[in-house]
């Protein structure tokens, strides 16, 4: 059974960094594009960062974009979302997901698996 499971969230203050771990099982991260997304309270669920197969293209949200860091380890089965110079606004729960396609994509519906979130809070 294909499982994507998500660690590292937590509670820091306003310019700390956390870093989000994201383990997948079976064939989750074989020859496919993976992305964190995320959701804050009253919001829709919105794209963080991206990264192709195997790891080549990147892709980030302006509103991380030189803050955030995505990589992937795929002998590992792993993903990790380092987060710097965190804000308030980045409060939200985070996930992992999985593509189907190696090349990046954006939208939530290309997206076909999904870890159950881990929540990340930013005090100021």
């Known amino acids: 059974q294909v499982q994507l499971v998500e660690s590292g969230g937590g509670l820091v203050q306003a310019g700390g960094s956390l870093r989000l771990s994201c383990a997948g099982s079976?064939?989750?991260?074989?020859?496919?594009?993976m992305g964190w997304f995320r959701q804050a309270p009253g919001k829709e669920r919105e794209i963080v960062a991206a990264i192709s197969w195997p790891g080549t293209n990147k892709y980030y949200a302006d509103s991380v974009k030189g803050r955030f860091a995505i990589s992937r380890d795929n002998t590992k089965n792993t993903m990790w979302l380092q987060m710097n110079s965190l804000k308030p606004e980045d409060t939200a729960v985070y996930y992992c997901?999985?593509?189907?396609?190696?090349?990046?994509?954006?939208?939530?519906?290309?997206?076909?698996?999904w870890g159950q979130g881990t929540q990340v809070t930013v005090s100021s």
């Open positions: 997901a999985a593509s189907s396609v190696a090349n990046i994509r954006t939208m939530e519906g290309n997206y076909n698996y």
């Open positions: 079976g064939r989750t991260f074989s020859s496919v594009a």
